[in-house]
Nanobody, 123 residues
Framework: QLQASGGGLVQAGGSLRLSCAAS????????LGWFRQAPGKEREFVAV????????SYSDSVKGRFTISRDDSKNTVYLQMNSLKPEDTAVYFC??????????????????WGQGTQVTVSS
């Protein structure tokens, strides 16, 4: 089970840090990703960190502003979001995909999903 937290309301230019804690299984063998879904839009890829922590990837829309990290000792993945924009407003979901998966930007390959946390950025 994945439990996302840390969302909230923030002004444009502000920062938030999302956390996603896993329970019931260790995350060390999983790629961990963040996706988001805005009202009326499809779920989109935001960021992913490989199972080893040695590789990260970001969508073009958040590159340079967001940072994904993981702490396997705490069974948790984080998403540090800086310089937030109103267009970042969405429900953010964390997800886990088995380490052998190659196409880490694709939502269907993720086996486990958190419940989502709302991020609202006001202008």
């Amino acid at each position: 089970q994945l439990q996302a937290s840390g969302g909230g309301l923030v002004q444009a230019g502000g920062s938030l840090r999302l956390s996603c804690a896993a329970s019931g299984r260790t995350i060390s063998s999983y790629h961990l990703g963040w996706f988001r879904q805005a009202p009326g839009k499809e779920r989109e890829f935001v960021a992913v960190i490989s199972w080893s922590g040695g590789s990260t990837s970001y969508s073009d829309s958040v590159k340079g502003r967001f940072t994904i990290s993981r702490d396997d000792s705490k069974n948790t993945v984080y998403l540090q979001m800086n310089s937030l924009k109103p267009e970042d407003t969405a429900v953010y979901f964390c997800a886990a995909a088995w380490k052998t998966i190659r196409t880490m930007r694709n939502a269907p390959v993720y086996a486990y999903w958190g419940q989502g946390t709302q991020v609202t950025v006001s202008s």
